[in-house]
């Protein structure tokens, strides 16, 4: 039985690249080294696609993940729920830190914490196939539609209700990025059924380039980890 798709990883290696780059005209925005912005028009879409990528592509791993624990019958919820646990925790790191060293902008739902809870809550989805399709394009219908008003309180700032005059970094809050989860949900279900590619494509696995993408794709959580650090400690060494 196959366990991994290279198509998948290849993906996931793209949109590292994409972060990779964004982070790095971000960062130099950030210390005043570029005029480029990256809050609105064409970055701020690519920010936005990078995003899209790596959530869509949780959805799809988790169908992928779950067919191959069911053929094996080794599929139990805590599985899930220590990974996404795990995924959180790297995300109260983030947190942590951009405290201590950013303070204003700091990350408190960032992609990990969204991520982490994502897994667990999407178990309860995993078998369903339509069901995703609708529930996904309304919560991302809604959670676009929420996300214009402000709130008083910043208690629900994780389910997409914001408070005012929010100012983070990274801010991914389950409605509407749950719905894209769906939507991977749904496609690994279709595309992707017990664990079979039902699609044909021509194995490209060993071309250079894909190789290089599929192995940074199955590396994206150290990456992601480690690379604005070395961004910066690099501007620092030849740009600042």
Avoid: C
Avoid at 31 to 40: L, N, Q
Avoid at 155 to 180: H, I, K
Avoid at 225 to 236: E, F, G
């Amino acid at each position: 039985m196959q366990k991994r798709f290279w198509e998948i990883d290849a993906l996931r290696g793209i949109a590292i690249v994409m972060m990779i780059v964004f982070h790095l005209l971000f960062d130099l925005a950030y210390f005043g080294k570029s005029g480029v912005s990256v809050s609105s028009g064409f970055w701020l879409v690519f920010a936005r696609i990078t995003a899209t990528i790596f959530i869509f592509l949780v959805g799809v791993s988790l169908t992928l993940s779950y067919s191959r624990a069911k053929k094996r019958g080794t599929l139990r919820f805590r599985k899930y729920l220590f990974r996404g646990l795990q995924i959180f925790a790297w995300g109260l790191v983030i947190t942590a830190v951009t405290m201590i060293f950013i303070g204003q902008g700091s990350i408190f739902f960032g992609i990990l914490h969204f991520i982490g809870i994502s897994i667990i809550v999407a178990y309860l989805f995993i078998r369903f196939r339509l069901l995703n399709l609708v529930l996904g394009i309304l919560l991302i219908i809604f959670g676009n539609w929420i996300k214009e008003f402000t709130f008083d309180f910043p208690w629900l700032m994780w389910l997409g209700l914001q408070p005012a005059n929010l100012y983070s970094f990274d801010y991914f809050p389950m409605l509407p990025w749950f719905g894209v989860v769906l939507l991977g949900i749904f496609f690994g279900n279709t595309l992707y059924k017990d664990h079979k590619r039902r699609f044909k494509l021509k194995n490209m696995s060993k071309k250079p380039a894909i190789s290089w993408l599929s192995y940074l794709g199955r590396k994206s959580l150290i990456i992601y980890l480690v690379h604005q650090p070395v961004l910066v400690l690099l501007l620092y060494l030849f740009v600042l």
